[in-house]
């Protein structure tokens, strides 16, 4: 198979300073695409540039911008303009986690639940509203949103970060069927449980459960552990080429078999 199968397309990748966003990243440059960076953390998004780079992909600008804030997703907008001209590939991968403030629905905290829907799911909806109209009147455009497992099935203490990822799931719908004529696929990558420096969410429910750590890692999927942000990013890559031009409006779980829908 043709390996630069993105040669001559310009991805936009958020929350691409780090997890799976920066995988996701990588994977799309080595596939040949010119790739557009952003995040919050300048140093961080300058390491994955480096680092891009480094193995000979072409960056076209990092840059960091609050997505949770309009006026961020404004700036961001701004800057893919001035700096890219304009965006084949939209990957909308930034997200509060939902390990973030586990707690049961009435006991969540109002801003937060702005915030996650925010940054989750309208965040999104308003970058495909600013770089869509371009997409479809070049003819092609891909844009790849990184739900969840959780946009399909409910885990329990994170209510704003399962309704965000069912919303976007519906999002990804409602905007693949308008498009569809256009040559624009949209599609959702729904990723399990991935191991990404972070054990909030797996310590609180092992606790919960009752076990260790490491017990509930080892059943936590069919295939045993959780996953690495490097296994979620070919099916973005393999999304965003040509080959995948008939695949719109699905959203896909790479997930080690946990979620069997
Ligand atoms: N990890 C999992 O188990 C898992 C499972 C299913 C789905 N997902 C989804 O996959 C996506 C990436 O998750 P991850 O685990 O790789 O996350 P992560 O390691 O926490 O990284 C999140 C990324 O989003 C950026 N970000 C966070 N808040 C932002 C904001 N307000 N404005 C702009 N950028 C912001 C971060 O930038 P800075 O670091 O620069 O702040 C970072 O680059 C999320 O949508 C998440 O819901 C994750």
Redesign the pocket.
Known sequence: MHTKWLTGRTALV????????AAIATSLAEAGARVCLT???EE?LHEVATSIEADGGEVAFTCS????ERD?VNALVDDVFELAGHVDILVN?????SREDLRPVVEFDPAFWDRTLA??LTAPFLLCRALVPGMVSRGFGRVIQ?A?INGRVPSSHGAAYVTSKHGLIGFTRALAIEVAPHGVTVNAVC????D?D?DRRIAFDAARAGVTVAELERRLTPMGGRLL?SEIAPLTAFLASDGARSITGQSINVDRGMVMS
């Not at 958020?14 to 799976?20: D, V």
């Not at 911008?65 to 949770?68: C, I, K, P, R, W």
């Not at 990723?191 to 991935?194: A, Q």
């Open positions: 958020t929350g691409a300073s780090r997890g799976i966003g995040g919050r953390s961080a911008h609050d997505l949770a961020g991968n930034a997200g509060i986690g940054l989750n990184v969840s990723p399990g449980p991935v990404v972070d942000p």
